[in-house]
T-cell receptor, first 112, second 112 residues
Framework: DTAVSQTPKYLVTQMGNDKSIKCEQN?????MYWYKQDSKKFLKIMFS???????INETVPNRFSPKSPDKAHLNLHINSLELGDSAVYFC???????????FGSGTQLSVL | GNSVTQMEGPVTLSEEAFLTINCTYT??????LFWYVQYPGEGLQLLLKATKADDKGSNKGFEATYRKETTSFHLEKGSVQVSDSAVYFCALTLNTGNQFYFGTGTSLTVIP
């Protein structure tokens, strides 16, 4: 069973559209994250949730809105997509925020 | 502040060569240190970790020693293989927070 699964794996869309990426973890972890990886492989944290509560919200446009319906899920909704949003988005989880991270396999978002 | 600096890539080595990827850190507390590896098309996965000074993390022939005096956690492998071709990320986390700080990644290509 996949520990951290995110869907879709690929997402191609037009500028201005709204899209969502879903993430689920079956590890029983309390903390979940969204990271953005640009074309140079630089990894930037976007959000962190602990037990459904937002604890890290880096400087991210408010077009990005995370939603955590329960501690096993952290979805990412993006409004009014822009060209610069093209990247690979990774979901991750950890047991208590200080243990190792488990990453999903990524969602490659291409905005045309 | 907290940050991780790792050597820039890309690094290209011949099979069986010795590998060193340098990593230094700045931390406001007592960090745990990690090396993550990202194979093409996949998410990051933990390679090894060390949680206190002088600890050595090791896995799959890779090693790194937590050096508090030099604030370093260099990754080494005595004899690389083609299958080690990947991007390697140094990271730290503090016991007081839920955030991981990643380096910029170092791309390694091993040629036969």
């Amino acid at each position: 069973d996949t520990a951290v699964s995110q869907t879709p794996k690929y997402l191609v869309t037009q500028m201005g559209n709204d899209k969502s990426i879903k993430c689920e973890q079956n590890l029983g972890h309390d903390t979940m994250y969204w990271y953005k990886q640009d074309s140079k492989k630089f990894l930037k944290i976007m959000f962190s949730y602990n037990n459904k509560e937002l604890i890290i919200n880096e400087t991210v446009p408010n077009r990005f809105s995370p939603k955590s319906p329960d501690k096993a899920h952290l979805n990412l909704h993006i409004n009014s997509l822009e060209l610069g949003d093209s990247a690979v988005y990774f979901c991750a989880s950890s047991r208590d925020g200080n243990e190792k991270l488990f990453f999903g396999s990524g969602t490659q978002l291409s905005v045309l | 502040g907290n940050s991780v600096t790792q050597m820039e890539g890309p690094v290209t080595l011949s099979e069986e060569a010795f590998l060193t990827i340098n990593c230094t850190y700045t931390a406001t507390g007592y960090p745990s240190l990690f090396w993550y590896v990202q194979y093409p098309g996949e998410g990051l996965q933990l390679l090894l970790k060390a949680t206190k000074a002088d600890d050595k993390g090791s896995n799959k022939g890779f090693e790194a020693t937590y050096r508090k005096e030099t604030t370093s956690f260099h990754l080494e492998k005595g004899s690389v293989q083609v299958s080690d071709s990947a991007v390697y990320f140094c990271a730290l986390t503090l016991n007081t927070g839920n955030q991981f700080y990643f380096g910029t990644g170092t791309s390694l290509t091993v040629i036969p």
